[in-house]
C-alpha cells in the first residue's frame, strides 16, 4: 500500500516537528515546511535517522507566494497530500512594543491568513476524494476569552484563526474533506503531561476519528 503524505507547515524543534514524527510513526511520508533551509536540513536528519522517510521544502508564512510554490511542488513531486498541519504563529512576547495596525496586519498574515492560503491550495477535488483532513494549531488564550497581554497579536490572529477553523469546517465538510483545530492551552513544557509529543498525538487522533473539530489541549 502505497504511503501516505503529511505537509507540516511550520516545522520545528517543538510541536511542528512532534507531530510530523507522529504522522511518521503510523507511516506517513512527511513533508517539512519552514523557512530556515539550514533548520529543515538538520531537522531532515533527525527524520531520516529515525527510519522516517522526510522531504522539506523553504517557504516563508509571511510571503504567501512561497508557500503557493512549495505546496504546488509538493503536489507535482508526490501527488495529492492526505493531510495538511498549519502549525505556525509568532509567539516572541511583544514587551513594549506598540501594537500599529501595520504590525497587526503583518502578523495576522502569519498566524491566520496563510493558514487559510494553505487551505485553500490543498482543497482540491482529488484530496476530497482521499477523504483529506487539515487541521490548525489554534490558541486556547483566544478560545477561553483571556488573552495574553504580552501576545496581543497572536491573541488576536488566534482568535480569527478559531473562527476560521468552524467556517471552513463546515464549508468543505460537504466534501468530505475534514477540517479541525488543536486548541493548545497553556504553556507546552517537554517535562510534563502537557509535552509536544503528548500534544502531538491529539493531532493523529483527530485525522483518524473525524469527530470534535476543537480540541482543547
Not at 508564512?61 to 508557500?67: Q, W
Not at 494549531?137 to 488573552?147: L, N, R, S, V
Not at 469546517?169 to 493548545?184: A, M, N, R, T, W
Request: negative net charge; charged residues 25%; proline residues 4%.
Amino acid at each position: 500500500m502505497e504511503k501516505k503524505t503529511l505537509i507540516l507547515v511550520g516545522a520545528g524543534k517543538g510541536l511542528g516537528n512532534a507531530v510530523a514524527r507522529e504522522f511518521a510513526s503510523h507511516d506517513f511520508k512527511v513533508v517539512l515546511i519552514a523557512r530556515n533551509t539550514e533548520r529543515l536540513k538538520q531537522y531532515e536528519e533527525e527524520f531520516k535517522s529515525l527510519g522516517y522517510e522526510v522531504y522539506t521544502k523553504v517557504a516563508d508564512a509571511a510571503k504567501p507566494e512561497t508557500l503557493t510554490k512549495a505546496i504546488h511542488e509538493v503536489q507535482r513531486e508526490l501527488g495529492t497530500p492526505d493531510a495538511l498541519v498549519y502549525n505556525v504563529g509568532i509567539t516572541e512576547p511583544d514587551g513594549d512594543r506598540e501594537i500599529t495596525s501595520e504590525l497587526l496586519m503583518e502578523r495576522y498574515q502569519i498566524d491566520a491568513a496563510s493558514a487559510y492560503h494553505c487551505a485553500t491550495l490543498v482543497a482540491t477535488e482529488e484530496f476530497a476524494s482521499k477523504r483529506g483532513a487539515i487541521i490548525f494549531t489554534g490558541g486556547g488564550f483566544a478560545k477561553t476569552f483571556q488573552p495574553i497581554m504580552s501576545l496581543k497579536p497572536l491573541s488576536i490572529d488566534k482568535a480569527a484563526l478559531n473562527a476560521m477553523n468552524i467556517v471552513l469546517h463546515h464549508e468543505l465538510k460537504p466534501k468530505d474533506i475534514f477540517v479541525g483545530s488543536i486548541i493548545v492551552k497553556g504553556v507546552i513544557d517537554p517535562a510534563t503531561d502537557h509535552s509536544p509529543e503528548n500534544i502531538a498525538k491529539e493531532y493523529w487522533k483527530m485525522y483518524q476519528e473525524r469527530g470534535n473539530f476543537e480540541v482543547v489541549v
